[in-house]
C-alpha cells in the first residue's frame, strides 16, 4: 500500500458517524507516519477537495491545523462535483473523478465501470476534437444526476 493511501485511509478514520469535521495537526501526523508535512499536505490537496465532497481550512500559527470537513451527505458530495466538473472533462479528469468517488465510497463499483466506458475516448472517435470534451462532461453529469436519484 501506497504511503498516500496510508495517510488518506488515516484520515478517513477521524471522521465517524457524530463527526463532520476533523482537525489535524500537519507535523505530529508527519512525525507519526515518519514522512515529511509535505506528504501530508499533497494528500489533503488531491484527495480532500471540495469536488469530493470536503472542504478545508487551514489555520496558521501556534501550531496551527488543517480542518476538514466532509459534505452532509453523499447528495451534497455528488453535486459539489458536478458544479464543479464545468462545461468540458477530458477523459483523464473524468476517470480520476469516477476512481475517487468508487474509493469514497459514494458511487459502486459497478457504477463506477460504467461510468468509464461510457465516458472512454473510444466513446468519442466520430466527434471533432473541440467537441469530445464538452459531451464527456455532459453525459458525466447526467450519469451522477441519475445515480443519486
Do not use: W
Not at 55 to 65: A, F, L, V
Not at 102 to 115: E, F, I, P, R, T
Amino acid at each position: 500500500m501506497k504511503l498516500s493511501d496510508v495517510i488518506a485511509d488515516m484520515i478517513l478514520d477521524m471522521f465517524d458517524d457524530d463527526t463532520s469535521t476533523v482537525q489535524i495537526q500537519r507535523n505530529d501526523l508527519a512525525a507519526q507516519l515518519g514522512c515529511v508535512p509535505s506528504q501530508i499536505n499533497y494528500v489533503i490537496t488531491s484527495r480532500f477537495t471540495p469536488e469530493q465532497g470536503y472542504r478545508i481550512e487551514s489555520r496558521r500559527g501556534g501550531g496551527g491545523c488543517i480542518m476538514i470537513t466532509r459534505a452532509a451527505s453523499k447528495e451534497n458530495a455528488i453535486v459539489s462535483l458536478i458544479n464543479s466538473v464545468g462545461s468540458s472533462i477530458g477523459e483523464k479528469n473524468a476517470k480520476a473523478h469516477i476512481y475517487n468517488l468508487n474509493y469514497q465510497g459514494l458511487v459502486s463499483d459497478k457504477a463506477a465501470q460504467m461510468m468509464l466506458a461510457v465516458l472512454s475516448d473510444n466513446n468519442f472517435k466520430g466527434l471533432p476534437a473541440d467537441s469530445r470534451d464538452a459531451v464527456r462532461a455532459s453525459q458525466f453529469k447526467q450519469m451522477l444526476l441519475a445515480y443519486m436519484n
